[in-house]
């Protein structure tokens, strides 16, 4: 059974931090694609960023500089360090995985930047 368990989630201020986690089991970790979406209310679903299996990453262009996705194999694990919050990053953020051509998702966790 694959499971993603995000946590890190919370309010801050504008210009604050938060670092997202995501721990993956039931899954080949070093074979799978990971990365983040997030959606606000009455907004589309946008990735946010992802990291290969190599290591490579890609962002969203409103997120570029800010955010940092990274991966640590040890753990299964998957990070989004965001920096430099906005209003507008407020969302619920979900992990997701992509291995053996499935792709499976997190619960969510809300991310809630205060003005």
């Known amino acids: 059974q694959v499971q993603l368990v995000e946590s890190g989630g919370g309010l801050v201020q504008a210009g604050g931090s938060l670092r997202l986690s995501c721990a993956a089991s039931?899954?080949?970790?070093?074979?799978?694609?990971m990365g983040w979406y997030r959606q606000a209310p009455g907004k589309q679903r946008e990735l946010v960023a992802r990291?290969?299996?190599?290591?490579?990453?890609d962002y969203a262009d409103s997120v570029k500089g800010r955010f940092t996705i990274s991966r640590e194999h040890a753990k299964n694990t998957v990070y989004l360090q965001m920096s430099s919050l906005k209003p507008e990053d407020t969302a619920v953020y979900s992990c997701?995985?992509?291995?053996?051509?499935?792709?499976?998702w997190g619960q969510g966790t809300q991310v809630t930047v205060s003005s």
């Open positions: 039931g899954i080949i970790f070093s074979d799978s694609v």
């Open positions: 997701y995985a992509i291995y053996n051509s499935r792709i499976f």
């Open positions: 990291i290969s299996t190599g290591g490579t990453t």
